[in-house]
């Protein structure tokens, strides 16, 4: 089964500084990865996704993420943010291949400060 | 766009009651998810329907049912709602194909509190 782990709880920072919001997962087979924001009083939207190819992966908004297999990881970068960062993001996990439900981490909820 | 809509933002419930959570996706979606969200587990699966008529279990299906009688529609129900039942509904879309690969297109969120 997969699992995901996301390290940071509440990652705050000040505007225009880098961010990097981290994510572990875990599992014995091959898998995609995504990042999801939420923004306050919203439902969840696509930030990017990892499915295959190069492993640094650009998203909406100048997110960037990078596919770590030999660390299992897929940590979440931007170079400076901004107020209207300030959200909450999910890492999220399936199995490659076939219909396979979305495994969520608990959620990071980054808070940019001026 | 796809749009996805929930049919309260707010809902306040007692004990033992019925509760109707009605989902209505725009884009002609195969696919349509129910989760529900509560602060520190991240988003955990109820059920998903990939056709009309047909439902499996998530994760966590116990005192929760559903029914997609049409394609844009996806319905959860509380038999008899409890107060641990208190939580963030979020219902979710995919076009189908391959639905692993899929991005899920989510509606605004149930806030149901059950007293």
């Known amino acids: 089964a997969q699992s995901v782990t996301q390290l940071d709880s509440q990652v705050p920072v000040f505007e225009e500084a880098p961010v990097e919001l981290r994510c572990n997962y875990s599992s014995s087979v091959s898998v995609y990865l995504f990042w999801y924001v939420q923004y306050p009083n919203q439902g969840l939207q696509l930030l990017l996704k990892?499915?295959?190819?190069?492993?640094l992966v650009k998203g909406i908004n100048g997110f960037e993420a990078e596919f770590n297999k030999s660390q299992t990881s897929f940590h979440l970068r931007k170079p400076s943010v901004h107020i209207s960062d300030t959200a909450e993001y999910f890492c999220?996990?399936?199995?490659?291949?076939?219909?396979?439900?979305?495994?969520f981490g608990a959620g990071t909820r980054l808070a940019v400060h001026p | 766009d796809v749009k996805v809509t929930q049919s309260s933002r707010y809902l306040v419930k007692r004990t033992g009651e019925k509760v109707f959570l009605e989902c209505v996706q725009d884009?002609?979606?195969?696919?349509m998810f129910w989760y529900r969200q509560d602060p520190g587990l991240g988003l955990r699966l109820i059920y998903f329907s990939y056709d009309v008529k047909m439902k499996e279990k998530g994760d966590i299906p116990e005192g929760y049912s559903v029914s997609r009688e049409k394609k844009e529609r996806f319905s959860l129900i509380l038999e008899s709602a409890s107060t641990n039942q208190t939580s963030m509904y979020l219902c979710?879309?995919?076009?189908?194909?391959?639905?692993?690969?899929?991005?899920?297109?989510f509606g605004p969120g149930t806030r149901l509190t059950v007293l």
């Open positions: 990892y499915l295959s190819g190069s492993t």
């Open positions: 979710a879309s995919t076009q189908g194909g391959t639905p692993s690969t899929d991005t899920q297109y």
């Open positions: 999220a996990v399936t199995r490659s291949g076939g219909y396979n439900k979305l495994i």
């Open positions: 884009m002609d979606h195969e696919n």
